[in-house]
């Protein structure tokens, strides 16, 4: 039988976000290089196949089949746009080696796994298709950052999203309907978002400057 220490009367102490730490032992500017950085969230994620409850094989295969399509359709029109290369950095729970509906990524687009960190920090546009805790390091290096969508990812990743785009006014692009980009309003937006940064990193990420979280 385990038994569990009665934390009723314990202090609970707030620590700084671990990548702050990671800023702070780096201490270089920012390393803005022009390519965009996509940072996928994984359409067979298998927490997202617990969660939703996948049991219907032919249907999640067609609709995988339609989000990588508008993926792909969106990351083209985007390096058209911004006139940026992107790089997509694969979730490393995912397993795309299975998918012959990811092949048309793989062959148009540079692919890399296990190095978004460094990706991020020295892209200049960052975009994620999903919720990922990678934001935090997207906002803590004043990362200018867009989102993607799409009801193919289903509706608790959407909703997360959803609750953390209107939270932080990121502009959002819906997979399932775009016909086009309009740079002038997502850099807009984008700039808009960015004066939240610095509140949402107080209040999230930092509670004490130039402190580790392990002091």
């Not at 509906?101 to 975009?127: M, S």
């Amino acid at each position: 039988k385990i038994k569990f220490s009665n934390f009723r009367n314990s202090k609970i102490f707030r620590i700084n976000n671990k990548y702050y730490d990671e800023l702070k032992v780096q201490n270089e500017n920012n390393l803005n290089e022009n390519f965009i950085v996509l940072v996928d969230s994984g359409y067979d994620h298998p927490d997202r196949f617990k969660i939703e409850k996948i049991d219907d094989e032919h249907k999640h295969d067609s609709e995988k089949k339609n989000y990588y399509e508008n993926l792909f359709k969106f990351m083209k029109l985007l390096e058209k746009v911004y006139q940026n290369r992107i790089i997509f950095c694969q979730h490393p729970k995912t397993n795309y080696a299975l998918d012959n509906h990811f092949k048309k990524i793989e062959e148009n687009f540079k692919i890399i796994k296990g190095q978004t960190d460094e990706f991020i920090k020295k892209g200049g546009l960052v975009v994620f298709t999903g919720p990922s805790s990678m934001v935090n390091k997207a906002i803590i290096l004043k990362k200018k950052i867009l989102y993607s969508i799409s009801n193919g990812l289903g509706r608790h990743d959407n909703d997360k999203v959803l609750f953390f785009v209107e939270k932080m006014k990121f502009p959002i692009i819906n997979l399932d309907n775009f016909t086009s980009l309009d740079k002038t309003l997502i850099d807009l937006q984008i700039k808009e978002s960015m004066k939240l940064y610095d509140p949402f990193i107080m209040d999230n990420l930092i509670s004490q400057k130039n402190v580790f979280s392990y002091d």
